[in-house]
């Protein structure tokens, strides 16, 4: 028991700033991760209202098309 106490005593400062600077890594790693999913989050919202603008648009031009100019403009995308 002697030998642990000694060293304890021996590197009980070095033993403390590891666990510190453990700590600090450990906290600045998980925020940055909390960060990155947010930032994530935000792109793909982004992402999914451009989606749903693009698709919105493309919807309009459609309904203003005669019969005969939609079934023209899907001929491009058929396969025969």
């Known amino acids: ?5 000694y060293i304890w005593g021996k590197f009980q400062g070095w033993i403390i700033a590891a666990g510190a600077i453990i700590t600090i890594l450990a906290t600045a790693y ?4 909390m960060d990155q999913k947010t ?3 935000a792109k793909v919202n982004e992402k999914r209202l451009d989606d749903i603008q693009e698709a919105k648009k ?12 939609v079934d023209k403009r899907l001929s491009k995308y058929m396969r025969d």
């Open 1 to 5: 028991m002697s030998i642990l106490a």
């Open 58 to 69: 493309v919807d309009e031009e459609i309904k203003k098309l005669s019969p005969s100019d």
């Open 30 to 33: 998980a925020k940055g991760r």
């Open 39 to 41: 930032v994530t989050t």
